[in-house]
């Protein structure tokens, strides 16, 4: 059963361009969180989904950042006019969603350079 | 704000020992703590989970304790070895029907054989 999965790994990108990370949650689970972990600090939550739906987005930056979790395929966090002070590891976790206690999973992640 | 301090410089410890991290936290009041264990350039691991009402739990070699009057859990992995090696993150999570987890910056343990 494979774990959770993100691709790119590595995201190297310049000033101004768009990043797109993709994250396949575990078999079985609708339920998907995104998380950044920027140098030296701990993992900040950015938004919590359903499939086809936005359930809490409150650590979300209010501009350039989106995410979606469509019906059909892999989560999706699009940050547009990509800045360097986005440079982080972005960490995509999932869970069942059948208790309060679900345990989530985490993906390896995705560094994502800003030039 | 809420706050989850962790000890931020390493801790060295030997081989066969205990070795014992703190979580302490301000402006909160979770409902569950977890704990979990992160290598380098890789996802965080779950390792346990401690309910408010709960005062200790265990695992194989690991054991945590949550004291919601001090604010502070314990985490402790006995007769520790070279392979734990790693950063050990806190977290907490509310009482809101889903786990919006918030992250403590972690210390790195360090066991030398």
């Known amino acids: 059963n494979a774990g959770v999965m993100q691709n790119p790994r590595h995201l190297v990108r310049r000033r101004g361009q768009e990043a797109r990370l993709r994250c396949s949650p575990m078999?079985?689970?609708?339920?998907v969180y995104w998380y950044r972990q920027l140098p030296e600090e701990g993992l900040k939550f950015m938004v919590y989904?359903?499939?086809?739906?936005?359930?809490?987005e409150s650590g979300m930056p209010k501009e350039r950042f989106s995410a979606e979790f469509p019906k059909e395929g892999p989560s999706i966090l699009r940050i547009q006019q990509v800045v360097r002070g986005d440079s982080a590891a972005y960490f995509c976790?999932?869970?069942?969603?059948?208790?309060?206690?679900?345990?989530?999973?985490f993906g390896p992640g995705t560094r994502l350079t800003v030039l | 704000s809420q706050k989850i301090e962790q000890n931020s410089e390493a801790l060295n410890i030997q081989e066969g020992k205990t070795a014992t991290l703190t979580c302490n936290y301000t402006?909160?009041?979770?409902?569950?703590l977890q704990w979990y264990r992160q290598d380098p350039g890789r996802g965080p691991v779950f390792l346990l989970l401690?309910?408010?009402?709960?005062k200790e739990k265990r695992k194989e070699r690991l054991k945590v304790t949550f004291d919601t009057t001090l604010k502070q859990s314990l985490f402790h992995i006995t007769a520790s070895q070279p392979a734990d090696s790693a950063t050990y993150l806190c977290?907490?999570?509310?009482?809101?029907?889903?786990?919006?987890?918030?992250f403590g910056t972690g210390t790195r343990l360090l066991v030398s054989p």
């Open positions: 402006n909160y009041s979770p409902a569950y």
């Open positions: 976790a999932s869970s069942s969603g059948l208790a309060i206690l679900d345990t989530q999973y």
């Open positions: 078999k079985g689970h609708s339920h």
């Open positions: 401690i309910r408010e009402n709960e």
């Open positions: 989904l359903q499939k086809e739906n936005i359930i809490d």
């Open positions: 977290a907490l999570a509310g009482n809101t029907g889903f786990q919006k987890l918030v």
